[in-house]
């Protein structure tokens, strides 16, 4: 991949995606789901592959991951396309099936991440530990920054900054 294209990249999930706010249950999964797969690896790597990453599960839908079978797994875990790690595809599928209980409890992922808001980072991870698999503090701490749970997706003299504060992100609401 060229600079060009590695910067092209960046750009555009720093300008249209970090940290503004997810509304959709589905799109939550996902950006956890890219956020699990990041340990380790650059959040490079997992940007140039997410598009792979959304089909192979299924547009991030929800009810279909969590009735993933074990042959998906072994389909998952042989998809190049995609981070071929056994935890964390099987932290996607578990973690879809809570989320399905979320649901079921709360009305939604989101309603979830509402209920519980607002809490320092040590308490977020506490309760994402507790509930879901594979959400270390890193992990949880770039996935609320990333949707607009947690302040510092962006500095304040950044021009982003700005246009997610038009958005209302949780952040702000205390």
Known sequence: MQVAEKKALHKNYHDNHYGFPIHDDNELLGRLILEINQAGLSWETILKKEASFRKAYSNFNIKKIAAYTEADRERLL?????????LKVNAAIENARTILTLQKEYGSFEKWLEYHHPKPKEEWVKLFKKTFKFTGGEIVN???????YLKGAHTEDCPVHKKILKTKPMWTIN
């Open 78 to 86: 042989n998809d190049a396309g995609i981070i071929r790690n056994r």
């Open 142 to 148: 770039e996935f609320l920054m990333s949707i607009g």
